[in-house]
């Protein structure tokens, strides 16, 4: 039985982080022309109205996208990212819809480009399927994302981004999410994985990112936001992004990033950091 439904925290601060940043790996990488695919493990239901109520009840998005939404100072990535959410919401100056994952990379693909999306939530699943009902470069799969990620690599272009965005309900979901990762990259070393991470126990955190530290491969990046300092009561006090084999000038956009979202984000107390955990 599923419970999250991410409808709830749309546009929350690790989103913003999380897009943001998976906006700029897009754009990194389409700097080469070769095609590549792109893999969301856990995709959700692709779109997600504000004014509905899941987003009303807890209104997690007024303190993360819409604290960004009128700025006029932010730093280009942050500027790309709100123009995504801004024609995603038909260009208009309200503030009423939220692009998930798979419409953020929408926007961005080319014709050669394809992706494939994984969601297990039957309701989400049959929104996705929806929104990309004859789009030939999207593959929309009602199947358990990490089984599906093994599967789909290596992928015949030999280019992908992953994107692996569990909601971590289950203690073990941090254990099995090392694994696949280590798992994949056995089979395709030169992907680049991005790993979406909560931290609600900081222990149960470094837990899963000691089994990839230990596992041998090289070129682990920690990109990480803490609005507030850690605590093991107070639900989630930082989120980030562990990336392998990030795409060159991703970690100095990522500084320039959290700068700037340490600022407009924190809710007293937190810390950012961008560092490499493993090197080359
Ligand atoms: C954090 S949300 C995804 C958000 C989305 N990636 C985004 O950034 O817009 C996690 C999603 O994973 C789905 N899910 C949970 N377990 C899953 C599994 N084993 N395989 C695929 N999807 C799963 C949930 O239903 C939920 O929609």
């Not at 199947?143 to 599906?148: E, K």
């Not at 203690?171 to 280590?182: C, G, P, Q, R, T």
């Not at 955190?205 to 300092?229: C, H, V, Y």
């Not at 970690?251 to 950091?273: H, I, N, P």
């Amino acid at each position: 039985m599923l419970s999250y439904r991410h409808g709830y925290h749309a546009g929350n601060y690790a989103d913003v982080l999380k897009h943001s940043l998976l906006l700029q790996t897009i754009r990194l990488l389409q700097k080469k022309d070769k095609p590549f695919v792109y893999i969301d493990t856990h995709a959700g239901a692709g779109g997600y109205s504000l004014t509905a109520d899941f987003a009303q009840k807890t209104g997690e998005y007024l303190d993360g996208v819409a604290k960004l939404w009128q700025a006029d100072d932010l730093p280009a990535p942050l500027a790309d990212y709100i123009r995504a959410v801004r024609l995603f919401n038909g260009d208009s100056d309200q503030l009423a819809y939220y692009p998930g994952s798979p419409s953020i990379m929408d926007m961005e693909l080319r014709p050669k480009d394809r992706m494939v999306l994984h969601e297990l939530h039957t309701t989400d699943v049959d929104t996705l399927s929806q929104q990309f009902a004859g789009e030939r470069k999207v593959k929309v799969l009602h199947a358990d994302g990490l089984q599906g990620l093994i599967a789909a690599v290596p992928p015949l272009e030999r280019r992908a981004l992953v994107l692996i965005d569990p909601s971590y309900e289950i203690k073990s979901d941090y254990e099995e999410v090392a694994i696949s990762v280590i798992e994949a990259y056995k089979r395709f070393a030169t992907g680049v994985y991005m790993i979406w991470y909560p931290v609600v126990n900081r222990e149960q955190t470094e837990a899963m990112f000691d089994i990839l530290k230990a596992s041998g491969i090289k070129r682990q990046l920690r990109i990480e936001q803490a609005i507030r300092p850690d605590s093991n009561e107070f639900g989630m006090t930082a989120a980030g992004l562990w990336v392998i084999n990030p795409p060159w000038q991703l970690d100095t956009l990522a500084e320039e990033t959290t700068r700037y979202l340490s600022r407009c984000l924190d809710q007293g107390g937190g810390a950012t950091q961008v560092t490499w955990e493993v090197g080359e």
